[in-house]
């Protein structure tokens, strides 16, 4: 994984490459319903979606999930809240080429999204899948 971090300590890019799985592989094979339904049942705990898209957008020319999302992780002992949010990310996937590819912007507090959005959208924007 490779990290881009914002000078404020606000916000960081990340790239993450890996084999991809089987489940992940069959998950991008799936028509956009089932892609869409299969997504959300496979939210992890704290995780809320609050955009899931998967036909509009493109990851170094291949169709790409993109989610906006919440995470709420919650101290020792103390239950996640749904009111409660310590991040907010937005994702971008793709498979190529039996990889499994993900470009994403984090932001911890979450209000604070807004602050490096252009400019982690165009580092996402140049993103660059070289298949050799």
Do not use: C, W
Not at 10 to 25: K, S
Not at 51 to 56: F, K
Not at 66 to 76: A, D, Y
Not at 90 to 98: F, H, K, L, R
């Amino acid at each position: 994984m490779t990290s881009f971090t914002s000078a404020d300590k606000v916000g960081i890019v990340f790239v993450q490459i890996q084999n991809a799985t089987q489940g992940e592989i069959a998950v991008y094979n799936m028509n956009d319903s089932a892609k869409t339904n299969t997504i959300r049942t496979h939210l992890i705990a704290g995780e809320t979606l609050l955009e899931l898209d998967v036909n509009h957008y493109v990851l170094s020319g291949h169709p790409a999930i993109r989610i906006i999302e919440t995470q709420g992780f919650g101290g020792p002992g103390q239950p996640i809240s749904s009111k409660s949010y310590d991040a907010k990310g937005m994702i971008y996937s793709v498979i190529s080429g039996g990889k499994f590819y993900k470009v994403a912007y984090m932001v911890t507090p979450p209000e604070r999204f807004p602050n490096h959005l252009q400019i982690a959208q165009l580092m996402i924007n140049s993103f660059l899948i070289m298949n050799k």
